[in-house]
Nanobody, 128 residues
């Protein structure tokens, strides 16, 4: 059974950093593209970053480009997905979700309904 579990959320002040982690197991997620989405209060879920299986194609939403870094590795029969978030601002506040897409090498897959598997989310709160 597919299982994605996020961790690493928390509360920080503007300018601070957090590192989110997601462990994905139960399927061959090593062949899936993986992504981070954010749901801000009262808003739709939007993509933050996406990485293909080889790490050769990475997408960042314009508002996080230069501040966030997505990465992945494979260990202990699980894909581990990370999001290093630096220079955080209050606009980064929201619930962050890890997601997996079996259509791994098609570009511009940036909407939530294109992803089959999801974690439960981890809260990130940035105060000014």
């Amino acid at each position: 059974q597919a299982k994605l579990v996020e961790s690493g959320g928390g509360s920080v002040q503007a300018g601070g950093s957090l590192r989110l982690s997601c462990s994905a197991s139960g399927r061959t997620f090593s062949s899936y593209a993986m992504a981070w989405f954010r749901r801000a209060p009262g808003k739709e879920r939007v993509i933050v970053a996406r990485i293909n299986p080889r790490g050769s194609d990475i997408y960042y939403a314009p508002d996080v480009r230069g501040r966030f870094t997505i990465s992945r590795n494979y260990a202990n029969n699980a894909v581990n997905l990370y999001l290093q978030m630096n220079n955080l601002n209050p606009g980064d506040t929201g619930v962050y979700y890890c997601a997996a897409d079996s259509n791994a090498y098609t570009t511009r897959r940036w909407t939530a309904n294109e992803y089959e598997s999801w974690g439960q989310g981890t809260q990130v709160t940035v105060s000014s």
